[in-house]
Nanobody, 121 residues
Framework: QVQLVESGGGLVQAGGSLRLSCAAS????????MGWFRQAPGKEREFVAA????????YYADSVKGRFTISRDNVKNTVYLEMNSLKPEDTAVYYC??????????????WGQGTQVTVSP
């Protein structure tokens, strides 16, 4: 199995930046696609970004394209989400996900506990 632990959330003003980290342990990290989802109060969980294990291909939700960047370091078993030009509507709990076969909104094998991101106007 895989364990995922997120960090890096916090409070930032609109237009600012944050970098989230997700540390993975357990089975070999390089064999899993990794991604980020988010959930705001009263809203459904939504897909944000994903990165493959095979060739580093990335996939972004339209709402974050051009602002967020996902990357991974297989040596450190860590995936990152660099968030720039943050907007109040980005406020949510951000969850790290891992999946052995899927890349994108349908990833579901493993989940972290989440980290809060709050963007003030």
């Amino acid at each position: 199995q895989v364990q995922l632990v997120e960090s890096g959330g916090g409070l930032v003003q609109a237009g600012g930046s944050l970098r989230l980290s997700c540390a993975a342990s357990g089975r070999t990290f390089s064999r899993y696609a990794m991604g980020w989802f988010r959930q705001a109060p009263g809203k459904e969980r939504e897909f944000v970004a994903a990165i493959s294990w095979s060739d580093g291909s990335t996939y972004y939700a339209d709402s974050v394209k051009g602002r967020f960047t996902i990357s991974r370091d297989n040596v450190k078993n860590t995936v990152y989400l660099e968030m720039n030009s943050l907007k109040p509507e980005d406020t949510a709990v951000y969850y790290c996900a891992a999946d052995q076969r899927r890349l994108g909104p349908r990833m579901r094998d493993y989940w972290g506990q989440g980290t809060q991101v709050t963007v003030s106007p």
